[in-house]
């Protein structure tokens, strides 16, 4: 079971990077709605019960309301850290990948460079 569980987490990969601005309002829902399922389950007071599921329709509207409100003023913030560093990559003009990294595009590392076509058919030239 605790297997399970980390490896659940190890999926998720909590605390590893900002994914979107709503991503800590995703992660309140979910705690709540197991903690709801936990006291019905145990049977607890309905009071219990009704304590976290007043608190998650409050975490609900309040999601609802940021993600309507970033998605007409600021939409950017909406997508992932890694669409954000990429982006900042292009509008800098920085080309590379993971492996080799990030350049310059007007530097040229290596003097026998090819560049591909793209498929459309031509054969590079020496």
């Given at each position: ?26 992660w ?13 389950i ?18 609900f ?11 007409h ?15 900042m ?38």
């Amino acid at each position: 079971m605790i297997e399970q569980i980390k490896s659940w987490l190890d999926l998720a990969q909590i605390g590893q990077s900002r994914s979107s601005i709503t991503n800590p309002l995703q992660w309140t829902m979910v705690i709540l709605i197991v903690a709801i399922l936990s006291f019905a389950i145990a049977r607890l007071p309905v009071w219990v019960i009704i304590v976290p599921l007043v608190c998650l329709a409050i975490v609900f509207g309040l999601f609802l309301y940021a993600y309507w409100h970033f998605m007409h003023t600021t939409p950017d913030v909406l997508r992932s850290e890694q669409f954000h560093l990429q982006k900042m990559a292009i509008e800098h003009g920085l080309i590379g990948d993971s492996i080799h990294g990030l350049v310059e595009g007007t530097k040229v590392q290596d003097a026998n460079v090819k560049l591909l076509d793209g498929g459309k058919g031509s054969s590079p030239q020496p």
